[in-house]
């Protein structure tokens, strides 16, 4: 599924900035690299594999006991994330102009498949570029972005600003067009999303779990499944997370 040059294995990404480059003179690649800066707003991106940790603290509903450790697969088509503690994943691909949606549940062997109205309709409709960058590009547009500067052989763009109430702090991989770290802090409420490695899928040492065996269920049908206690389930959960 996945192509590019081999990208190796991040380091933590708050790391000082060692190199400080002006406007003017900053190079798409410094000398001796055949790292490529990415446009963040081009249709096709570096076909990736990707491992990220999420953590979540404070009051809010949403914090997470533990930190969450999930994985992206990015191709042009095609974006597959997965929890492997959870056995859950989520699919979204492209059809033509339109973008179907998979919730996959591993552990139940089941799905529930989401057509484009469907998405309007329960408002998880999202652009391709913002499941691609895994954040909305529009925010990183909002907030202020500092000059690219080369760290351990990577271009970093820092971006940062308060937008409704929310304090944000970006470092976006230029080269993978991924974020490397996303911060938000509103009040008590602190989350942390950092990229912990990263790989071009053709070299990926993770495969997506296999659906092969995953009955599919169309979210327009679950009201002729009530009853069942694995619709039941998959509706509380998608009650309590919207």
């Given at each position: 599924?996945?192509?590019?040059?081999?990208?190796a294995v991040i380091k933590r990404?708050?790391?000082?900035?060692?190199?400080?480059?002006?406007?003017?003179?900053?190079?798409?690649?410094?000398?001796?690299?055949?790292?490529?800066?990415?446009?963040?707003?081009?249709?096709?991106?570096?076909?990736?594999?990707?491992?990220?940790?999420?953590?979540?603290?404070?009051?809010?509903?949403?914090?997470?006991?533990?930190?969450?450790?999930?994985?992206?697969?990015?191709?042009?088509?095609?974006?597959?994330?997965?929890?492997?503690?959870?056995?859950?994943?989520?699919?979204?691909?492209?059809?033509?102009?339109?973008?179907?949606?998979?919730?996959?549940?591993?552990?139940?062997?089941?799905?529930?498949?989401?057509?484009?109205?469907?998405?309007?309709?329960?408002?998880?409709?999202?652009?391709?570029?913002?499941?691609?960058?895994?954040?909305?590009?529009?925010?990183?547009?909002?907030?202020?972005?500092?000059?690219?500067?080369?760290?351990?052989?990577?271009?970093?763009?820092?971006?940062?600003?308060?937008?409704?109430?929310?304090?944000?702090?970006?470092?976006?991989?230029?080269?993978?067009?991924?974020?490397?770290?996303?911060?938000?802090?509103?009040?008590?409420?602190?989350?942390?999303?950092?990229?912990?490695?990263?790989?071009?899928?053709?070299?990926?040492?993770?495969?997506?779990?296999?659906?092969?065996?995953?009955?599919?269920?169309?979210?327009?049908?679950?009201?002729?499944?009530?009853?069942?206690?694995?619709?039941?389930?998959?509706?509380?959960?998608?009650?309590?997370?919207?």
């Amino acid at each position: 599924m996945l192509k590019p040059a081999h990208f190796a294995v991040i380091k933590r990404v708050f790391a000082v900035w060692v190199v400080a480059l002006s406007a003017c003179s900053t190079p798409s690649t410094p000398p001796g690299t055949d790292i490529t800066v990415i446009d963040l707003t081009a249709t096709r991106l570096p076909a990736i594999a990707a491992e990220f940790v999420t953590t979540r603290t404070g009051d809010d509903h949403s914090v997470l006991p533990e930190p969450v450790v999930w994985r992206l697969w990015r191709n042009s088509q095609q974006i597959i994330t997965e929890r492997p503690q959870l056995a859950i994943g989520e699919l979204w691909q492209r059809d033509g102009q339109t973008i179907i949606h998979r919730k996959l549940y591993f552990a139940d062997q089941r799905a529930i498949e989401f057509q484009e109205d469907d998405l309007k309709m329960l408002q998880l409709a999202s652009s391709w570029q913002k499941l691609s960058l895994v954040l909305d590009p529009g925010l990183l547009q909002q907030l202020t972005a500092s000059e690219i500067e080369w760290t351990e052989g990577y271009p970093l763009r820092d971006y940062q600003g308060k937008l409704q109430g929310n304090d944000w702090h970006v470092v976006m991989r230029m080269d993978l067009a991924l974020p490397s770290l996303i911060e938000r802090r509103q009040g008590e409420f602190f989350e942390r999303t950092e990229l912990l490695k990263a790989y071009p899928l053709s070299q990926s040492p993770w495969q997506p779990s296999s659906a092969d065996s995953v009955e599919i269920i169309d979210y327009a049908d679950l009201g002729d499944k009530e009853t069942d206690p694995f619709v039941i389930k998959v509706q509380a959960q998608m009650g309590h997370d919207h």
